[in-house]
């Protein structure tokens, strides 16, 4: 399952990109295999998402949050 | 370069601040610096270049580098951070030490930027900012222990309160650095072993680099194109080493894109763990997420910025209102002053029109620009400025921006100027550049008196649907039209012009805090000041243009007025005369008569005097009449004279040989002047029509300019303006540049005139056309 796939309130590991080409910007922000997540909220408008991880919140589209497998934890 | 000496010259030592957005180090920059800075542009790029002084037994030029992420140059900003503290600027040498400041409440992610310096060898502090914020998290870090894992000296802090940044200072002071930490977290030994040939590669390829600095740039140029391309004619030998990396690494299928941030974070991660403590359920709901509950609420959140966004151009608009007209008096009254003072009076009109219009008109900004980086402030600093863009987003994306220009395009509604300022936060230069072209297009508050004007004058009266006036839908519209044509705007540069890689949206939403109203006021300052200063100097310029065009070349005053001001100056004194024949006095003393005099006064004031002989009364109330007469003759005259002298100006010569080109779209000559005047601001259009029309000195709202402009025929007898023609040059008002403040605001963010003249050229190409096919479609339809 993807990253869109998670319910508001989860908690999830990052398991890969699926991806050649991960965004770099956010792979230095600390999105990597093995990062726990956690869900926040969606926007009011459906896009973008917040997540909850190391410690901040950060906003990711949901065309990049497609690229994100994850495991429910 | 750093030890103080005996003789006289002390060497300067260099501090070089860095860090992640949001971490407090504009405030520790300001607090080290106070108001010795100086703020101008790195060479040939937009990127602020932000230097100021620690004065004391050792100074200390503190360089603010941008905000950033990671020194991976990916964007401008990075780019220049990294060319930086590499030493590789024009007329930079490397800092003598960086500091790194760190919000204490987010250590991992902040700790990847240090992790980056640490790799450039150079000396390092940590500033531990925000430590307030942290301990409120529940966190306890140990000190000692992350300054012994990093290697450097860690100091803790509260910049905003002014707390630990003594220690920083004393630090910062010391005759002897801290020594440069060491690199220590780890790539894949995949990549590692490898890296380490490339290194020495670009050692014998390049010995002017130094032997600190190669680990970097080979990771670098491994995993960034722009980087490796740098290399590709200096040092081909090198370039196809990297080349050859990664096309074996690829085979053997590593990951080498990710191997940096991987390795970084494999070291981050357990130190992290390591030096501090959670004393706090990390599920609690903390206060900020509570708040974003209802801010960012799927219905409530909307709804609220809407309310709070109509809120803030509510008060810009009541607000700013008694100060701008506090201003204009301010320099109405100046001008009074200088035309009573200063002699030839060529050189008088040259100051009150010429330079004191023309900074008037950057000057009466100032009250909007404040209010309006006051609330922008207050929502930077609450952290709340973040979450419009992320309720916005998703609507921008259609057009191709992101929930980051919402700010700035609304602003523009106010004025542009702000708007485009504002469009600083933006990371992406793109989405920046594009909201910059596409802002002068949503109507802002200069367009309201040309929009009051031609529809109260032009349009209908009347009720649509019993409740809309005609006349309000019309404005209504003309707003409408600006903003629909600013997206459509964004979406053609966005897939015309600027095409390439979307820009991905990922946005750090900070924790909400406190405004700090000091923070707050000293940016809305120092923004302001930014604006006056440098648009100034061109607005400057170009009025003492415009003054000379509208002035010259004199003509010879127009006969026919000539010999009307004769004829009324002759009917006063023949009436004098007369008076002067009914009470037996030579015509030379009937003015110092006293009787006369005080009948006179008596009269001005409506009150019959008491013991006034009835022949004095009489010629009193003839003398006063006659003078109230030539008075208002002569003002006519005056106005008549004016608008005689415009016609044969240069302004109005290119109004009349601009007559053909606007024809089509319903404008006279008069109409082209006065558009041509209106480049300088757009309000200008009502003076200069004024002034046309002889009217005098008049706003919007006169009755007098409205009525000469109903009444204004062509040689043929047909109206010069008609509705459609007032429509169609009200739609030309809403899409055409009619700015200068705009374009020179514009040259400064994007630090060239290309960007400004495009924007000019593609907005007055805009408004051509709409009026064009407005005009000639109205006509065909028969409606004008």
């Not at chain 2, 290697?151 to 005759?175: I, W």
């Not at chain 2, 929930?403 to 602003?411: A, Y």
């Not at chain 2, 051509?768 to 005009?775: A, K, N, R, T």
Request: glycine letters at 6%.
């Amino acid at each position: 399952m993807t990253l869109n796939d998670l319910n508001v309130g989860e908690r999830a590991s990052i398991v890969r990109w699926d991806t050649n080409a991960p965004p770099v910007r956010l792979l230095e922000m600390g999105v990597l295999p093995g990062t726990i997540i956690e869900m926040v909220r969606i926007a009011p408008l459906g896009d973008p998402i917040a997540i909850k991880i190391r410690g901040y919140q950060l906003s990711v589209r949901k065309t990049e949050a497609a690229l994100l497998v994850v495991e429910p934890c | 370069m750093a030890y103080p000496s005996d003789d006289v010259s002390v060497e300067v030592r260099t501090v070089a601040l860095l860090g992640n957005p949001n971490v407090g180090k504009t405030t520790l920059f300001n607090l080290l610096t106070g108001l010795r800075q100086k703020v101008g542009n790195y060479p040939g790029v937009t990127v602020e270049r932000k230097v100021g002084r620690l004065v004391g037994d050792v100074p200390l030029d503190i360089v603010d580098l941008p905000g950033t992420y990671s020194l991976s140059p990916k964007s401008l900003d990075e780019r220049i951070a990294y060319d930086v503290l590499m030493g590789r600027i024009e007329g930079d040498a490397a800092p003598d030490v960086v500091v790194c400041v760190v919000d204490a409440s987010n250590l991992e992610r902040n700790l990847y930027l240090v992790s980056q310096v640490i790799d450039l060898g150079l000396p390092l502090i940590v500033a531990l900012n925000m430590t307030d914020a942290a301990k409120e998290a529940g966190l306890e870090i140990d000190i000692a222990r992350l300054s012994k894992r990093l290697g450097a000296p860690v100091v803790p802090m509260v910049a905003s309160r002014n707390e630990g940044v003594g220690r920083l200072k004393y630090l910062l002071r010391q005759t002897s650095l801290p020594q440069p930490p060491k690199r220590q977290w780890t790539l894949m030994s995949a990549v590692e072993e490898p890296l380490q040939s490339l290194m020495d590669t670009l050692g014998e390829e390049v010995p002017a680099l130094p032997a600190y600095q190669r680990f970097i740039e080979c990771l670098h140029c491994l995993t960034n194109d722009t980087m490796l391309t740098y290399w590709a004619e200096r040092s081909p030998a090198f370039y196809e080493a990297v080349q050859g990396l990664r096309r074996s690494l690829s085979e053997q299928k590593t990951p080498y894109q990710q191997a940096e941030v991987i390795g970084r974070y494999g070291w981050i991660s357990p130190l992290v763990n390591e030096v501090v403590t959670r004393k706090q359920d990390p599920s609690t709901r903390s206060v900020s997420d509570r708040i974003d509950a209802v801010l960012t609420h799927r219905i409530a959140g909307p709804i609220l910025f809407g309310v709070l966004l109509l809120l803030i151009f509510q008060s810009v608009f009541t607000w700013a209102t008694p100060a701008m007209d506090l201003i204009e008096a301010g320099v109405v009254g100046l001008g009074d002053l200088t035309r009573a003072v200063v002699r030839p009076s060529w050189v008088a009109d040259l100051m009150v029109d010429g330079i004191i219009a023309g900074v008037g008109n950057v000057v009466i900004f100032l009250p909007q620009i404040l209010l309006l980086f006051f609330f922008l402030g207050l929502m930077e600093d609450t952290g709340y400025m973040a979450r419009s863009a992320f309720i916005m987003d998703r609507l921008m994306s259609k057009v191709g921006l992101s929930g980051g220009s919402v700010v700035p395009l609304l602003s523009s509604f106010a004025c542009a100027i702000p708007g485009i300022m504002a469009a600083r936060t933006l990371a992406n230069p793109r989405d920046r550049l594009i909201t910059i072209m596409v802002a002068p297009l949503m109507s802002c508050s200069a367009r309201l008196p040309v929009y009051t004007l031609f529809i109260a004058a032009f349009l209908p009266t009347g009720t649509v649907l019993g409740i809309f006036t005609f006349q309000g839908l019309a404005m209504f519209s003309m707003y409408l039209l600006g903003t629909a044509m600013a997206f459509v705007a964004a979406f053609v540069l966005k897939r015309i012009v600027f095409k390439g890689s979307s820009s991905f949206f990922a946005m750090e939403l900070p924790p909400y805090r406190m405004p700090r109203l000091r923070q707050v006021a000293w940016r809305m300052v120092d923004r302001s000041k930014a604006f006056v200063v440098r648009a100034g100097k061109i607005i400057f310029g170009l009025s003492i243009v415009l003054w000379i065009l509208a002035r010259y070349p004199t003509s010879d005053p127009d006969l026919t007025l000539m010999a009307q001001r004769v004829a009324a100056e002759a009917a006063y004194q023949t009436t004098v005369t007369e008076v002067a024949g009914t009470l037996d006095l030579p015509a030379s003393a009937v003015a110092a008569y006293p009787p006369l005099v005080a009948a006179r006064t008596a009269y001005a004031h409506g009150e019959a005097p008491a013991d006034v002989e009835p022949d004095v009364w009489v010629a009193a109330r003839l003398l006063y009449d006659a003078e109230a007469t030539l008075t208002e003759d002569l003002h006519r005259l005056d106005a008549a004279e004016a608008g005689y002298q415009i016609e044969h100006s240069f302004i109005g010569r290119l109004g009349h040989l601009l007559e053909p080109v606007m024809r089509p779209l319903g404008f006279d000559w008069k109409i082209s002047a006065g558009i041509v005047s209106a480049f300088a601001a757009r309000e200008v259009i009502i003076s200069a029509l004024a002034t046309i029309y002889s009217v005098g000195d008049v706003d919007e709202d006169s009755p007098l300019l409205r009525d000469k402009l109903k009444a204004d025929r062509y040689p043929n007898g047909d109206p010069v303006y008609t509705p459609l023609v007032a429509v169609s040059l009200l739609v030309f008002f809403v899409l055409a540049l009619q700015c200068m403040s705009t374009l020179a605001i514009a040259r400064r963010e994007t630090n060239s005139w290309r960007w400004p003249a495009v924007m000019w050229l593609y907005m007055t190409g805009l408004a051509y056309l709409f009026s064009l096919v407005i005009y000639q479609g109205g006509q065909a339809l028969g409606w004008g």
